[in-house]
């Protein structure tokens, strides 16, 4: 357990590909719960409530999974999914726990207090590795280059924002 662990967190540091992680269909549902449960407390902060987080982060990682499949079909790697998904799962769970302690220091209002204005600063900070995480696993999984990733990376944290922000913003 301690080294696949240790595999994740070395693909969120960019040293290993998805492809290091099993084809295993049970890690692929342990990441997906894991990463369910870590986004939704993570999320509870941000989007008013627990059972508001739970429906987002749900939301979230389907769509994540859906579009996964959907560029996997596309390239012709069909088989890649399991490894890919759960290394996107896993390192949702990782940067998650690291956001936790950084919500908690920027607060209900940041700008009150240098801590919480330094953890909007490292708030902004794990969005950047989110994306370039999310970068490099799809560049492994669909087999193109760090560009193509970066820009599908992009692309899917607009479409989620503005997902999200539609759902579950009051007017």
């Known amino acids: 357990m301690k080294r696949l662990i240790y595999r994740f967190v070395e693909i969120c540091l960019l040293r290993a590909p998805p492809q290091a992680l099993p084809a295993s269909g049970f890690l692929l549902w342990l990441t997906a719960l894991l990463a369910l449960l870590s986004g939704t407390l993570a999320g509870g902060f941000r989007v008013g409530g627990m059972d508001t987080a739970l ?3 749900a939301l979230e990682l389907l769509a994540l999974a859906l579009l996964l499949r959907a560029g996997l079909a596309v390239r ?3 088989g890649r999914f399991t490894q890919a998904a759960s290394a996107l799962f896993g390192s949702v769970v990782v940067i998650n726990l690291a956001l936790l302690p950084v919500q908690l220091m920027m607060g209900a209002d940041p700008a009150a207090s240098f801590i919480g204005q330094l953890g909007v600063l490292l708030f902004l900070l794990l969005l950047v590795w989110s994306l370039v995480v999310l970068a490099h696993i799809l560049r492994h999984a669909l087999d193109t280059d760090f ?3 970066s820009l599908f990376s992009i ?3 607009l479409f989620m924002n503005w997902l999200v922000q539609l759902l579950f913003t009051v007017p």
């Open 55 to 57: 429906v987002a982060q």
């Open 76 to 78: 012709g790697h069909r």
């Open 147 to 149: 560009v193509v990733g």
């Open 155 to 157: 692309g899917y944290f």
